[in-house]
């Protein structure tokens, strides 16, 4: 792999030199200050790796000073915030500092995991210039990962340099000062070794489905290579669906459920219909299983934004009600966590296991190369999504609106697995406006839902002001789903241009010359 | 972003050490700070060892670049926007642009996505540079010495905010270089108080351990955190931060 570009230049501190000698290697070159020594370190990161996406890495250190440091990647500059203890899981949760608003907007609603962990130490120093001021920071480092695969390299043995604001010349004369005295250059920086280390490395997840096929291989062997792979993804999702760690885990796995029955429909007359057929009752079963948990997240998300519309004496009323939803939430996700444990859910994995990695192909089609399977199923999907967006009138009932959302759907799935068959910028624009469309269909969606779960509410003992309260949040709501439905029109008009059918027909009508 | 300037139309006041010494505490609290030494003489900056001195002197204040002349200090979470000797002609400068009152604000807004917090510490004068300041900042924090002509000073300040038509600026006052053995400071300090509602109850002690931050040079709470002044700073700070 080649060496990652980063701003805070590390060094391998060669296996036959002492503590002392580097010690006095970095004295006689430069002019260093003892600041103590860290004993161990902690990588933390949200499951979809938002921070190092974002070009950040956030490393905790332990015990009594604990502290949060952010480091960002393009030029190695550090946020340091204190800590009472360890990193609560939330950074909404967190006490004001640099690191917190700075991490705290780009984590939103998903919980910081530890990575990876390092014992040892890791000496630090100031390196000063004639002044007496501070120009640069180092870290020679002894560390082990903690629980290391057998046979992979665990002793991370550094001098990490860290630049400050502003004194970029400085930080290049210590990093000349290195080189010169003998350390050779680190070929991955210390997170990314650590990470080997544990066989793991840097954004091993996204939300993102990416899969290369091979235009020629037959749909059969595609087809299970695409839901061997949702079935990873969904597994991956589970233990966090599990423990309720932050709602994105349920909302993934659900993805990776609705990507798989989408798969399901669209391969039947690949892997045979009837084969099929008990595997698609389970994922709709699990579908249904695992939604009413994720409405209860997504209204509780939502809460507070609702809240707006309140005056204090409701919001007062409403405040009993959200415990209420947090009771009804804790609730289905127990009833949740019991199935994903249960034998049953368990003995349907295994079934679907066996089914994906065996057998032969029943279906008529399961011998096509892919790329025609693909243009088969795309150009359907699209045709009947326009055939049902242009059928919607204004008197057409909201459940058709909801229809079409789901075909819309359908229609991006499939373009996300065979993306990598089709022309890079073309397909990435026919997705692009599908999505404009569905995030209108979604708004509308999530309006629905909301007005829903309100109701239900009101079921419960509720009191006259909540009570009251519910109807203006439901009047509020509905008020706005009659602007988003009005509008809806214009919005699939802006989706039936002449120029999009042309670019869906280029890219996915059979018999066109690829 | 809040913007705080540290100003008085008199020098002398301990003006550069509460400046100092509030970003200090600022960082301290967990705010991302930057203190912009705005003094040609630099003593903010030579209290940080940083040497005053802004690549392109005072034209960068009108360029984009300006954010490139920050430099850390040794202390984690405070930055400083050295001074340059090419400050004393900022006013000039100012005076040429066509938004004059309003220029070194447009400057100031360039760090707003990476600071929860500027401290201003301005020269003393009343100028074109003030205005600027005072246009530029959503508190103005002015030390005041507990002397007659301080008064005079207060009365001096207060009318040219009400002519600048900057009433809506946040004005606090605290004293400064505060000596509780001198009956004038005590009877001043209870009259002032007594009678305005913009002065903060944290006074600031004339303090030989203040003075020895030439010597040191690094913020007092760094080398005498148990002192009456440093705890007298960590105290004004809070008020200030607590401050609408």
Same mark, same amino acid.
């Given at each position: 792999?080649?060496?990652?570009?980063?701003?805070?230049?590390?060094?391998?501190?060669?296996?036959?030199?002492?503590?002392?000698?580097?010690?006095?290697?970095?004295?006689?070159?430069?002019?260093?200050?003892?600041?103590?020594?860290?004993?161990?370190?902690?990588?933390?990161?949200?499951?979809?790796?938002?921070? /190092?996406?974002?070009?950040?890495?956030?490393?905790?250190?332990?015990?009594?000073?604990?502290?949060?440091?952010?480091?960002?990647?393009?030029?190695?500059?550090?946020?340091?915030?204190?800590?009472?203890?360890?990193?609560?899981?939330?950074?909404?949760?967190?006490?004001?500092?640099?690191?917190?608003?700075?991490?705290?907007?780009?984590?939103?609603?998903?919980?910081?995991?530890?990575?990876?962990?390092?014992?040892?130490?890791?000496?630090?120093?100031?390196?000063?210039?004639?002044?007496?001021?501070?120009?640069?920071?180092?870290?020679?480092?002894?560390?082990?990962?903690?629980?290391?695969?057998?046979?992979?390299?665990?002793?991370?043995?550094?001098?990490?340099?860290?630049?400050?604001?502003?004194?970029?010349?400085?930080?290049?004369?210590?990093?000349?000062?290195?080189?010169?005295?003998?350390?050779?250059?680190?070929?991955?920086?210390?997170?990314?070794?650590?990470?080997?280390?544990?066989?793991?490395?840097?954004?091993?997840?996204?939300?993102?489905?990416?899969?290369?096929?091979?235009?020629?291989?037959?749909?059969?062997?595609?087809?299970?290579?695409?839901?061997?792979?949702?079935?990873?993804?969904?597994?991956?999702?589970?233990?966090?669906?599990?423990?309720?760690?932050?709602?994105?885990?349920?909302?993934?796995?659900?993805?990776?459920?609705?990507?798989?029955?989408?798969?399901?429909?669209?391969?039947?007359?690949?892997?045979?219909?009837?084969?099929?057929?008990?595997?698609?009752?389970?994922?709709?079963?699990?579908?249904?299983?695992?939604?009413?948990?994720?409405?209860?997240?997504?209204?509780?998300?939502?809460?507070?934004?609702?809240?707006?519309?309140?005056?204090?004496?409701?919001?007062?009323?409403?405040?009993?009600?959200?415990?209420?939803?947090?009771?009804?939430?804790?609730?289905?996700?127990?009833?949740?966590?019991?199935?994903?444990?249960?034998?049953?859910?368990?003995?349907?994995?295994?079934?679907?296991?066996?089914?994906?990695?065996?057998?032969?192909?029943?279906?008529?089609?399961?011998?096509?190369?892919?790329?025609?399977?693909?243009?088969?199923?795309?150009?359907?999907?699209?045709?009947?999504?326009?055939?049902?967006?242009?059928?919607?009138?204004?008197?057409?009932?909201?459940?058709?609106? /909801?229809?079409?959302?789901?075909?819309?759907?359908?229609?991006?799935?499939?373009?996300?697995?065979?993306?990598?068959?089709?022309?890079?910028?073309?397909?990435?624009?026919?997705?692009?406006?599908?999505?404009?469309?569905?995030?209108?269909?979604?708004?509308?969606?999530?309006?629905?839902?909301?007005?829903?779960?309100?109701?239900?509410?009101?079921?419960?003992?509720?009191?006259?002001?909540?009570?009251?309260?519910?109807?203006?949040?439901?009047?509020?709501?509905?008020?706005?789903?009659?602007?988003?439905?009005?509008?809806?029109?214009? /919005?699939?008009?802006?989706?039936?241009?002449?120029?999009?059918?042309?670019?869906?027909?280029?890219?996915?009508?059979?018999?066109?010359?690829? | 972003?809040?913007?705080?300037?540290?100003?008085?139309?008199?020098?002398?006041?301990?003006? $550069?050490?509460?400046?100092?010494?509030?970003?200090?505490?600022?960082?301290?609290?967990?705010?991302?700070?930057?203190?912009?030494?705005?003094?040609?003489?630099?003593?903010?900056?030579?209290?940080?060892?940083?040497?005053? $001195?802004?690549?392109?002197?005072?034209?960068?204040?009108?360029?984009?670049?300006?954010?490139?002349?920050?430099?850390?200090?040794?202390?984690?979470?405070?930055?400083?926007?050295?001074?340059?000797? $090419?400050?004393?002609?900022?006013?000039?400068?100012?005076?040429?642009?066509?938004?004059?009152?309003? $220029?070194?604000?447009?400057?100031?807004?360039?760090?707003?996505?990476?600071?929860?917090?500027?401290?201003?510490?301005?020269?003393?004068?009343?100028?074109?540079?003030?205005?600027?300041?005072?246009?530029?900042?959503?508190?103005?924090?002015?030390?005041?010495?507990?002397?007659?002509?301080?008064?005079?000073?207060?009365?001096?300040?207060?009318?040219?905010?009400?002519?600048?038509?900057?009433?809506?600026?946040?004005?606090?006052?605290?004293?400064?270089?505060?000596?509780?053995?001198?009956?004038?400071?005590?009877?001043?300090?209870?009259?002032?108080?007594?009678?305005?509602?913009?002065?903060?109850?944290?006074?600031?002690?004339?303090?030989?351990?203040?003075?020895?931050?030439?010597?040191?040079?690094?913020?007092?709470?760094?080398?005498?955190?148990?002192?009456?002044?440093?705890?007298?700073?960590?105290?004004?700070?809070?008020?200030?931060?607590?401050?609408?």
């Amino acid at each position: 792999m080649a060496a990652a570009r980063t701003g805070a230049p590390e060094f391998v501190v060669p296996v036959d030199w002492s503590r002392a000698r580097v010690r006095r290697q970095l004295a006689e070159r430069l002019n260093i200050r003892d600041e103590g020594v860290d004993r161990a370190l902690v990588f933390y990161d949200t499951f979809d790796w938002l921070l /190092h996406r974002a070009g950040y890495a956030l490393e905790f250190v332990p015990g009594n000073d604990a502290l949060a440091r952010l480091i960002r990647l393009s030029d190695g500059l550090v946020q340091a915030q204190n800590l009472d203890g360890d990193p609560p899981a939330f950074m909404r949760d967190w006490p004001r500092g640099p690191v917190k608003t700075v991490a705290g907007e780009l984590t939103d609603v998903r919980a910081l995991l530890p990575l990876v962990r390092l014992s040892g130490s890791a000496d630090r120093f100031a390196v000063l210039n004639r002044e007496g001021k501070t120009v640069c920071r180092l870290s020679v480092d002894k560390w082990q990962v903690d629980n290391a695969s057998a046979g992979a390299e665990s002793t991370l043995s550094r001098v990490r340099v860290v630049p400050l604001r502003g004194w970029r010349e400085e930080a290049d004369a210590v990093v000349a000062a290195l080189a010169d005295a003998g350390f050779p250059s680190a070929a991955t920086p210390t997170l990314d070794a650590a990470l080997a280390a544990i066989g793991r490395q840097v954004r091993d997840y996204s939300q993102k489905f990416r899969m290369s096929l091979s235009p020629n291989r037959d749909a059969a062997g595609t087809a299970r290579d695409i839901l061997l792979r949702l079935f990873d993804d969904m597994q991956r999702n589970e233990e966090g669906t599990k423990r309720d760690i932050d709602p994105e885990f349920l909302h993934d796995y659900r993805v990776a459920v609705r990507r798989t029955r989408s798969a399901l429909a669209a391969f039947r007359d690949v892997l045979g219909d009837q084969v099929l057929d008990p595997h698609r009752k389970a994922f709709r079963n699990l579908g249904r299983l695992t939604g009413n948990k994720r409405n209860l997240d997504v209204h509780l998300l939502d809460f507070d934004r609702h809240l707006l519309l309140l005056d204090d004496e409701q919001r007062a009323a409403v405040a009993e009600l959200r415990r209420v939803l947090e009771t009804q939430c804790r609730h289905a996700g127990e009833q949740l966590a019991a199935h994903l444990k249960s034998a049953d859910y368990r003995a349907f994995k295994r079934r679907y296991r066996t089914f994906l990695e065996g057998g032969t192909a029943s279906g008529p089609s399961a011998a096509v190369p892919v790329r025609d399977f693909a243009d088969r199923v795309l150009w359907k999907s699209y045709r009947r999504i326009l055939k049902d967006g242009r059928a919607i009138g204004a008197k057409s009932p909201d459940e058709a609106l /909801h229809e079409l959302r789901k075909r819309g759907k359908q229609f991006r799935y499939l373009m996300e697995f065979f993306q990598s068959l089709y022309p890079v910028k073309p397909m990435k624009a026919a997705i692009a406006e599908l999505k404009r469309l569905q995030d209108q269909l979604g708004v509308f969606q999530d309006q629905s839902v909301q007005i829903e779960t309100l109701e239900s509410l009101r079921a419960g003992d509720a009191g006259d002001v909540a009570s009251k309260a519910i109807d203006r949040l439901v009047a509020g709501i509905a008020a706005q789903q009659r602007d988003t439905r009005a509008h809806f029109a214009e /919005h699939f008009a802006r989706f039936d241009t002449k120029a999009n059918r042309t670019r869906y027909a280029s890219l996915f009508k059979p018999g066109k010359h690829h | 972003m809040r913007v705080i300037a540290l100003y008085s139309i008199k020098g002398g006041v301990g003006k $550069t050490a509460a400046a100092v010494n509030l970003a200090w505490q600022s960082a301290r609290h967990g705010c991302r700070t930057l203190l912009w030494d705005l003094d040609p003489q630099g003593a903010a900056s030579w209290y940080f060892r940083i040497r005053p $001195t802004l690549a392109g002197g005072v034209r960068t204040v009108l360029k984009k670049r300006l954010v490139d002349g920050v430099r850390a200090t040794d202390y984690p979470g405070l930055d400083l926007l050295p001074a340059d000797f $090419t400050y004393r002609n900022l006013d000039l400068l100012l005076d040429a642009q066509k938004k004059r009152r309003r $220029t070194l604000a447009k400057a100031t807004d360039r760090f707003a996505g990476d600071y929860d917090c500027l401290l201003l510490d301005c020269a003393p004068s009343i100028s074109l540079v003030s205005e600027n300041v005072f246009r530029s900042a959503d508190l103005l924090l002015h030390p005041l010495v507990p002397s007659t002509l301080s008064v005079r000073t207060l009365e001096q300040l207060v009318e040219f905010l009400r002519e600048s038509g900057l009433d809506d600026l946040r004005l606090l006052n605290f004293f400064s270089m505060v000596d509780r053995r001198r009956k004038l400071h005590r009877d001043l300090m209870d009259t002032l108080g007594a009678h305005r509602g913009d002065v903060l109850a944290t006074t600031i002690p004339n303090a030989s351990v203040v003075e020895r931050m030439g010597v040191e040079r690094r913020p007092v709470g760094e080398y005498a955190p148990r002192s009456a002044a440093a705890v007298a700073y960590r105290k004004l700070w809070e008020e200030v931060d607590a401050a609408p």
